[in-house]
């Protein structure tokens, strides 16, 4: 049979009753420390979600970064062609600025010398350019030379073209002066007559301008040529005098 023994509690080891103030302070505790912990999980997850964030971000700058150098590595071959093109141009443009500066050279003294030969009032037209043309410096500015050229060249040729009238004095024999009607025909000749009187005369270009010979007999025929130009008479065939047996002297 079995026997059961009875012992006395050791007084040492018996369980003492519960402090509820020690409880209390202890549970206190607990949850501070879990509110703790769970404000700092809080942090964390917010850190690490701006972190993966910038993470991000610069994954983006670097996948740009690369592609910009992927692109630079495969435009290479485009950016020296494309030098090759300028280097191709920049000579182009040299050698055309060789040719018109040679061209120029050439031209422009011829165009110097004819200037002073053109009448006046085409001279007074083209005055601007003229001036351009006959300045010591042309060469410096052949862009604006060769538009100049091109205007002269222009202008003369519509005057040689047409017939004008304009007013101007004239210097006659005994240094009188008087303003007559002049009558160009082109380049080449020119006649003059006063309204009144017997006063006329024929010009031509020479090599130091325009050099002009009184001839009275031509009055009468060159006021007629005068006023059919004007409409003041009806039209009609006028005779003037027209010598190009010294002409040649004059080139």
């Known amino acids: 049979m079995g026997a059961i023994v009875a012992q006395d509690a050791d007084p040492a080891t018996a369980e003492k009753p519960i402090d509820p103030t020690a409880t209390r302070e202890l549970i206190r505790q607990w949850v501070q420390t879990e509110r703790l912990l769970s404000e ?5 997850q917010v ?4 972190m993966q964030e910038l993470l991000d971000l610069y994954q983006k700058e670097l996948t740009l970064l690369n592609e910009e150098i992927s692109k630079a590595g495969t435009s290479a071959g485009t950016l020296d062609g494309r030098q090759e093109t300028l280097k191709k141009e920049i000579k182009e443009y040299r050698d055309a600025q060789r040719l018109l500066a040679d061209t120029l050279s050439r031209l422009l003294p011829r165009l110097q010398s004819m200037i002073p030969r053109l009448p ?3 001279q007074d037209e ?9 300045s010591p410096d042309a060469m410096e500015k052949p862009r604006d030379v060769l538009k100049s050229m091109l205007a002269v060249m222009a202008a003369s040729g519509r005057f040689n073209r047409s017939i004008s009238v304009v007013e101007e004095t004239r210097q006659l024999s005994g240094g009188k002066k008087m303003t007559v009607d002049v009558i160009y025909l082109g380049l080449a000749r020119a006649y003059y007559a006063s309204d009144a009187g017997h006063t006329a005369g024929v010009g031509k270009p020479g090599k130091e301008g325009w050099q002009w010979q009184e001839q009275a007999d031509l009055a009468k025929e060159i006021r007629r040529a005068i006023a059919v130009y004007r409409k003041d008479s009806p ?3 006028i005779q003037l005098p027209i010598s190009l047996s010294d002409e040649s002297s004059q080139k």
Do not use: F, G, N, V
């Not at 700092?40 to 964390?44: F, G, I, S, V």
């Open 120 to 122: 006046q009032p085409l």
């Open 126 to 134: 083209i005055l601007a350019d003229s001036e351009l043309l006959l």
């Open 40 to 44: 700092e999980k809080t942090t964390w």
């Open 47 to 50: 850190e690490k979600s701006r």
């Open 235 to 237: 039209p009609q065939l």
